[in-house]
């Protein structure tokens, strides 16, 4: 993929240390996801959407024998789940050598990045399934982006990840380090537009739109601000701390409901 010339997404997202929790550079790689309880992962997806669209969109779960497979069908057009080896992971020069376990965040795509975006989630979910190793899986990825087999979106449109809960790469670009967030976000598809072109700041800053992933696959982020991102996290407080009883990676810091 094309080498980024902005601070990378996840990277963006790390601008409060109140808002990240067990920053690890050790690895978690077991190889093998556990599945969360159904009513929880559900929820946790659609924890991504804004209110308005949570009742009509269609959510799946992950089958960690098979992949992503249909939960509910909506009628909205817009598509959510939970990603556990997500498509930053194919990001960067880094060797990809074991899959991770504790890899968690809820994302969501409209018609257009679901015909787009989301097929390389559901494709690399596939292919770990099938117990392909994590190196080639992220060779193989990277050579359908430089060979355009995955195409950018057909129009411009939006992913939400209003989710009070992410845990994947801060900066997938250069390592794989790995942290918890909280940081509600809005990502709109720019393919093809720099992060000059809308004088995006660098670093990215709140509450300015920036533009990241520079190329076909770019989106242009905005991020929710201190009273957005505090009402979220007390919406879904009983989920985060199921979620935290799970898994201790997956617990935020008391404060995290502010940037």
């Known amino acids: 993929m094309r080498k980024l010339r902005i601070i990378p997404l996840m990277a963006a997202l790390l601008f409060s240390v109140s808002a990240s ?3 690890t550079q050790g690895s978690r790689t077991t190889g093998k996801i556990e599945p969360l309880p159904r009513d ?6 659609l924890s991504a959407l804004p209110p308005h669209l949570r009742d009509d969109a269609t959510v799946y779960v992950l089958n960690p024998g098979t992949g992503f497979e249909l939960a509910r069908e909506g009628n909205n057009g817009f598509h959510t789940f939970v990603a556990r080896t997500g498509e930053d992971t194919m990001r960067g020069s880094w060797r990809f050598a074991e899959y991770r376990d504790d890899i968690l965040y ?3 795509f409209d018609a257009a990045g679901a015909k787009a975006h989301m ?5 690399i979910a596939t292919m770990q399934a099938k117990g392909m190793p994590a190196a080639e899986l992220k060779e193989i990825i990277q050579q359908r982006y430089r060979t355009g087999y995955y195409k950018p979106p057909e129009r411009a449109g939006v992913s939400y990840m209003l989710s009070p ?7 997938p670009e250069e390592s794989d380090r790995v942290a918890t967030t909280n940081n509600p976000h809005v990502m709109h598809y720019a393919p093809n537009v720099s992060n000059k072109d809308v004088g995006g700041p660098k670093p990215a800053l709140v509450p300015y739109p920036f533009v990241t992933i520079e190329g076909p696959h770019g989106f242009m ?11 979220i996290t007390q919406e879904y407080r009983e989920m985060l701390a199921r979620l935290c009883k799970i898994e201790a990676l997956w617990c935020l810091p008391a404060e995290s409901g502010s940037h």
Do not use: C, W
């Not at 929880?40 to 997806?45: P, S, Y």
């Not at 982020?221 to 009402?231: D, N, P, R, S, V």
């Open 221 to 231: 982020i905005q991020h929710f601000g201190k009273l957005e991102t505090a009402a």
């Open 165 to 171: 809960i992410l845990r994947t790469y801060d900066n």
């Open 119 to 123: 097929r390389v989630f559901f494709d």
């Open 21 to 23: 929790a067990q920053d």
């Open 40 to 45: 929880l992962e559900m929820q946790l997806a």
């Open 106 to 108: 809820p994302v969501s």
